[in-house]
């Protein structure tokens, strides 16, 4: 196989995932067919290119995709550092990232599938179409991914919130740094002050937090909108979803990602 393909062939194995180094070598045997020195030669060159990076995770290394470059965390999304060059497509909502502390940089399962949620819903054939005066609800925003992605992708306008200070100033900065300022507030209100219904409600937070939410969560969800869910594990989805008037909603998509899970749920028109 030629070595341009064997990279891409190593990169789709380890997809968005963090792998041990033993786990991914192993992978690769049964994948690829390389041996195991070709293997930590390739998994070498790659973590020099910057596509590959090495990190330290409760005590343990594991290997995942790079953060230092763009990444396309879904068909039209991309999570890349300031100051990358990117060959953005036409229809390709690219955030810009600032190094930071607050959580949602896309390292993290739930952060890629609270994205690509939301690009499924804004993208998929039974979202109504964007108004002038469409809006967007995240709650705990930390970077403020979410709601950036979602205004670059038609929405007109999103508050995102968080209690964290250190989060709102670098959500702040980041909606800033992607000159969305005049789109999207970013705010430390507690999530309960929040009145109104939004087209779009974001929210990547654990169950016992989305459950005590639930009733509030659909209140802020507008007839004809969607809920986009991340922050569970697979097997808490089915007793998250039993905290919901599912009467009220319908699950239009599901998806899982090592062991974590994302949901879109809409509300009837």
């Not at 060059?85 to 890629?112: K, L, M, N, Y």
């Not at 779009?200 to 654990?206: E, I, P």
């Not at 007793?239 to 009467?247: I, N, R, T, Y």
């Amino acid at each position: 196989m030629p070595e341009a393909e064997l990279r891409r062939a190593v990169l789709n194995r380890v997809g968005g995932g963090r792998w041990a180094p033993a786990d991914l070598l192993k992978e690769l045997a049964r994948h690829t067919r390389l041996g195991r020195g070709q293997a930590q030669a390739l998994l070498r060159e790659l973590v020099a290119a910057g596509e590959l990076a090495y990190v330290s995770e409760h005590g343990r290394t594991v290997i995942e995709p790079s953060f230092d470059r763009p990444v396309r965390v879904s068909d039209r999304i991309v999570l890349t550092p300031p100051g990358r060059s990117f060959a953005a497509g036409e229809t390709d909502a690219v955030i810009r990232i600032a190094p930071g502390a607050a959580f949602g940089a896309g390292r993290h399962p739930s952060t890629r599938l609270a994205l690509r949620g939301i690009d499924f819903w804004l993208g998929c054939s039974g979202c109504p179409p964007a108004r002038p005066d469409s809006r967007m609800l995240d709650i705990g925003t930390g970077s403020g991914a979410l709601v950036m992605a979602a205004v670059q992708l038609g929405i007109a306008s999103g508050l995102a919130l968080d209690i964290d200070p250190c989060a709102v100033a670098e959500a702040r900065a980041n909606v800033e740094l992607n000159g969305l300022s005049g789109r999207i507030a970013v705010c430390d209100r507690n999530a309960e002050t929040v009145d109104g219904a939004y087209d779009l409600v974001a929210a990547n937070l654990r169950p016992p937090t989305l459950a005590r939410l639930a009733p509030r969560l659909g209140g802020w969800t507008a007839p004809g909108g969607a809920l986009v869910m991340a922050g569970m594990r697979s097997a808490e989805c089915d007793v998250l979803l039993g905290a919901f008037e599912l009467s009220a909603f319908h699950v239009r998509w599901r998806v899982e990602e090592q062991g974590w899970a994302g949901l879109v749920l809409v509300k009837p028109a």
